[in-house]
């Protein structure tokens, strides 16, 4: 079992980044993978990006060469760089890991593109 925690969601102007922290309560090391997923209003939650224990990286089309997942094993936190943000980037932020077959989630934490 593990907890995660997700910080680093703001409001944030067109062409701007932000920085997403998903903190799990244990070690993540072993976690076979661990990713992002969004949820905008009135829309089906999607699969952003995840990566694996040994440190594959996978992004849906629409973030690829704007977002970078990355995992720090020593701090058992996953984050989710995000540059030159969009408003249809603009939803609530999930963190999710898989830990032998069951899936875990975080709370979210919201992310806003807007002037």
């Known amino acids: 079992?593990?907890?995660?925690?997700?910080?680093g969601g703001d409001?944030?102007?067109?062409?701007?980044?932000?920085?997403l922290s998903c903190a799990a309560s244990r070690?993540?090391?072993?976690?076979?993978?661990?990713g992002w997923y969004r949820q905008a209003p009135g829309k089906q939650r999607e699969w952003v990006a995840t990566i694996t224990r040994a440190g594959t990286e996978d992004y849906v089309d629409s973030v690829k060469g704007r977002f970078t997942i990355s995992r720090d094993n020593a701090k058992n936190t996953v984050y989710l760089q995000m540059n030159s943000l969009k408003p249809e980037d603009t939803a609530?932020?999930?963190?999710?890991?898989?830990?032998m077959a069951i899936v875990y989630w975080g709370q979210g934490t919201q992310v806003t593109v807007s002037l």
Not at 1 to 7: I, N, P, T
Not at 12 to 19: A, D, K, T
Not at 27 to 34: D, K, L, N, P, T
């Open 1 to 7: 079992q593990v907890q995660l925690v997700e910080s």
């Open 11 to 19: 409001l944030v102007q067109p062409g701007g980044s932000l920085r």
């Open 27 to 34: 070690s993540i090391s072993s976690i076979a993978a661990m």
């Open 92 to 99: 609530v932020y999930y963190c999710n890991a898989n830990v």
